[in-house]
């Protein structure tokens, strides 16, 4: 949720910012209604950006746990093919 209110306060600011450079007033009542839209599409923006992060969270912390699983099966495999020791699974670790 911060993040989307970050957004939203970062499209105002353009706003503003738009119309600082055209040397319009800031806050007349034809120009006001600007700053509601630019804070909604700023939103919607932060909204997308924030699900996407999640989304790609997600995706690389079922990656990592495949990979971690592969490996402990290849540590098992080399510890068999030696010979020699107990399995990681059978001595607790």
Known sequence: ???ILT???FGAAVR???LGIEMRPFLARDTAWGYPAFAAVGG?????LSQVDKRQTEILARRRGSLLEKRRRAREREEAARGGGIPAVAAGV
């Open 1 to 3: 949720m911060p993040q």
């Open 7 to 9: 957004w939203a306060l």
């Open 16 to 18: 503003w910012w738009q």
């Open 44 to 48: 919607s923006f932060g909204y997308w």
